[in-house]
């Protein structure tokens, strides 16, 4: 398997521009995370889905970050007008159902380098 | 509230010395789950060893043990015989049960740790 796959792996835009991150989650794995990482505030979790369903959304910033997970095949991180302080890397993570209960590890993809300027 | 705790934001270690990374926790479900990553320079997040809150022995992955100490809420990293590929950020991390009733994954500050020759 090749991984979790993201895209691109380096994104500059313009303040005010959409900007659109792309993620392919490792086939069977039923659930997927979309993390923000910073020096400031370090990994934080933005949205978690499972079985493409969108279930804990409580780390999103604002109204203008959007997620959706169309299929089990793929997932979208959106930001809309984007900002500097959006400026990041976004990792996605899927993960499959550990034996009995809970999570098993979570696989990263190799992150999205995110500069907004 | 749920809470990962690494206190060493910075360790040089020997080549060749064992090295033990400082994680407390804070939670106060009785089910949750503890996972250490790897984040060399390149910036993936590798996956490196988990441990379950009912797991009676320490994991072990290779040169990566998990001395967990439940009773103190601490879960450190031990690596063996460190090399000079293990400088990089260490983070740990724990998964607990959500009030939305998912289980989450949050992340330590990290511990950046550079192997000396």
């Known amino acids: 398997d090749a991984g979790v796959i993201q895209s691109p792996r380096h994104e500059v835009t313009e303040m005010g521009q959409e900007v659109t991150l792309r993620c392919k989650p490792i086939?069977?794995?039923?659930?997927l995370f979309w993390y923000r990482q910073t020096m400031m505030r370090g990994l934080e979790l933005l949205i978690y889905?499972?079985?493409?369903?969108?279930?804990?959304d409580s780390g999103m910033p604002e109204d203008r970050f959007s997620a959706k997970m169309p299929n089990a095949s793929f997932s979208t991180l959106k930001i809309q007008p984007s900002e500097p302080r959006d400026s990041a890397v976004y990792f996605c993570?899927?993960?499959?159902?550990?034996?009995?209960?809970?999570?098993?590890?979570?696989?990263f993809g190799q992150g999205t380098r995110l500069t907004v300027v | 509230a749920q809470k990962i705790t690494q206190t060493q934001p910075g360790m040089f270690v020997q080549e060749k010395e064992a090295v033990t990374l400082d994680c407390t926790y804070d939670?106060?479900?009785?089910?949750?789950?503890l996972f250490w990553y790897k984040q060399p320079s390149s910036g993936e997040m590798i996956f490196l060893i988990y441990?379950?809150?009912?797991?009676?022995q320490n994991a072990t992955e290779g040169r990566y043990s998990l001395n967990f100490q439940k009773a103190r809420k601490s879960a450190n990293l031990v690596i063996s015989a460190s090399q000079l590929g293990d400088s990089a950020m260490y983070f740990c991390?724990?998964?607990?049960?959500?009030?939305?009733?998912?289980?989450?994954?949050?992340f330590g500050t990290g511990t950046r740790l550079t192997i000396i020759p």
């Open positions: 939670t106060s479900d009785p089910s949750y789950g």
């Open positions: 991390a724990m998964q607990y049960r959500s009030n939305f009733g998912n289980e989450k994954l949050t």
């Open positions: 993570a899927s993960s499959p159902l550990r034996e009995g209960a809970g999570l098993a590890e979570a696989f």
């Open positions: 086939s069977g794995h039923n659930s």
């Open positions: 441990q379950g809150s009912y797991d009676q």
């Open positions: 889905f499972n079985n493409n369903v969108p279930i804990d």
